[in-house]
């Protein structure tokens, strides 16, 4: 990152041993002090508004980070504009929580700076600190951990970063000011916004000032209203283009076809509505493909959150199995998947639900995808634990299922789900075909039908005869 943005000066409050480059210049603060009073006048250099204000580095799907550079005059026009409606001002105490590497610091700190509010600092305590603050701005995972009950000082909430699931955005309006920004770093933080109101259909609002939103397809075309597109942004908080990097340019970043300037291809479906609003429909690659079927994350995820005591949920594929993380972890799992069975087609049901405490965020306030691959990896040790230890009173048919099964579906024996039936791990019509064959090989008969009842696997063992395998002379 530091070859890409072509840094001369690293300044750090910190002593650090790692090994700079020679061209750099490193500065260690070792007499800084926030509360210090100013020694001698501060000299501000001129800039203009097409001057570099930034860069922000975003690791994006691919993991390789590439650099956002953001100029002035976008950051001005954020900054300025009071339809954001995060509530800032003289006496006002405003809640900062986002690290630096996310870029909804800088319009934070910015915002609080010049309404000459009170920047509060989140010091490690969220939910305590959030006590004794009017506003703030957050990720609905960091909300998430709030309760408006408990927090009723708070009057005016911004979240942006992630999707806002509908049952915060069905609580907190009735308790203070909740509204919805969405935008990329490319974008300049943020693009639309709007206030939230309880009991309605969650969008992101409308494009905010010096800011224009199609909608295309994928041959750039208009769609209509309520038709699904991709969002496409353009106005003066868009970046020119990621730095050194004309391969993922040449796609992201193209000419304006409807007038001037240029548009950020975000990656992100919505659809206009009737009054002018964007309903947010997910990431393009939030649709993962599962043994053959095409499945939306987002519809998943909102099937979970409307089952009873489900708060907070994940949906993450691992092995070509759907699994779902939720919280708490005192959910009956076994009730919830029940109800989903009924609700879901069978391929959009969770092979494996994992109770949580709760879902993990990162430093930036999103969803840790690591650390849930972690909880995963540790979830399949206790079924592989409780597998050995119960093979001994585990019946033939059962032992003779779980392989089969596990053959079938390229799966790890010990994390076939004796709770779900077969449709519900992954199974369809053709596997079902060789998993009556894999039985007959192993002396047991079980016809499809049986199979592709809704029937959980340790029931359906009961149903299995034993049958002699016919050799050919």
């Known amino acids: 990152m530091i070859e890409t943005a072509e840094c001369a000066t690293v300044v750090d409050a910190t002593p650090t041993s790692m090994k700079w480059p020679e061209a750099l210049l490193y500065s260690h603060l070792l007499s800084y002090s926030p509360s210090a009073p100013a020694n001698r006048p501060i000299q501000c250099h001129p800039y203009a508004a097409t001057d570099l204000a930034y860069i922000i580095f975003t690791s994006g799907t691919t993991g390789q980070p590439k650099g956002v550079p953001i100029y002035h005059h976008g950051l001005m026009s954020l900054v300025q504009q009071d339809q954001l409606y995060l ?6 105490r405003l809640l900062h929580t986002m690290g630096v590497g996310f870029d909804g610091n800088i319009y934070v700190a910015l915002l609080g ?3 000459h509010s009170t920047l509060v600092f989140n010091t490690g305590d969220l939910v305590e600190v959030a006590k004794c603050v009017e506003s703030t701005f957050l990720t609905p995972s960091m909300l998430n951990t709030l309760n408006p009950h408990t ?4 009057q005016s909430i911004t979240t942006g970063g992630e999707a806002l699931d509908k049952s915060l955005a069905n609580v907190w309006p009735d308790h203070c000011l909740l509204h919805n920004a969405y935008g990329p770093s490319e974008a300049t933080v943020m693009s639309h916004s709007v206030r939230v109101d309880s009991g309605q259909v969650v969008t992101i609002g409308k494009p905010i000032a010096n800011t224009t939103c199609y909608i295309l397809d994928a041959h ?3 769609v209509p209203l309520g038709v699904t597109g991709e969002i496409y942004i353009g106005g003066a908080g868009v970046s020119p283009g990621y730095l050194n990097r004309p391969d993922l340019n040449a796609t992201k970043f193209i000419a304006n076809p409807f007038g001037d300037g240029t548009l950020y291809a975000t990656g992100d479906l919505g659809r206009w509505l009737s009054n002018g609003e964007v309903e947010y429909q997910g990431r ?22 409307a089952q009873p005591g489900v708060t907070a949920v994940a949906v993450q594929v691992y092995d070509n199995q759907l699994v779902a993380f939720a919280a708490p972890n005192n959910i009956d799992t076994k009730t919830v998947l029940h109800a989903l069975a009924t609700q879901l087609p069978h391929y959009m049901v969770p092979s494996h639900f994992v109770a949580v405490s709760s879902i993990p965020q990162t430093v930036n306030g999103k969803l840790d995808a690591r650390a849930l691959k972690t909880y995963f990896a540790e979830y399949q040790q206790q079924l592989r634990a409780k597998s050995l230890a119960s ?3 585990l019946s033939p048919q059962w032992q003779a299922l779980q392989s089969a099964v596990s053959q079938v579906l390229g799966m790890d024996p010990a994390t076939v789900n004796p709770g779900l039936s077969f449709i519900q791990q992954g199974g369809d019509s053709i596997s079902a075909i060789q998993l009556s064959s894999q039985l007959k090989q192993r002396n047991y008969r079980l016809f499809i039908p049986a199979i592709l009842e809704r029937m959980p696997l ?16």
Do not use: F
């Not at 509530?87 to 006002?92: A, E, I, L």
């Not at 927090?151 to 708070?154: G, I, P, S, T, V």
């Not at 340790?458 to 002379?473: F, G, R, S």
């Open 87 to 92: 509530c800032s001002g003289v006496g006002t």
């Open 113 to 115: 700076l010049c309404h």
């Open 151 to 154: 927090h009723h000082n708070l």
């Open 220 to 222: 750039l075309n208009l």
């Open 284 to 305: 393009m690659d939030d649709q993962v493909k599962v043994r053959g079927y095409r499945i939306e994350l987002a519809e998943v995820t909102s099937a979970l959150l």
């Open 391 to 393: 093979t001994v009173s």
């Open 458 to 473: 340790h029931d359906l063992a009961d149903t299995m005869d034993e049958c002699e395998v016919q050799v050919a002379p």
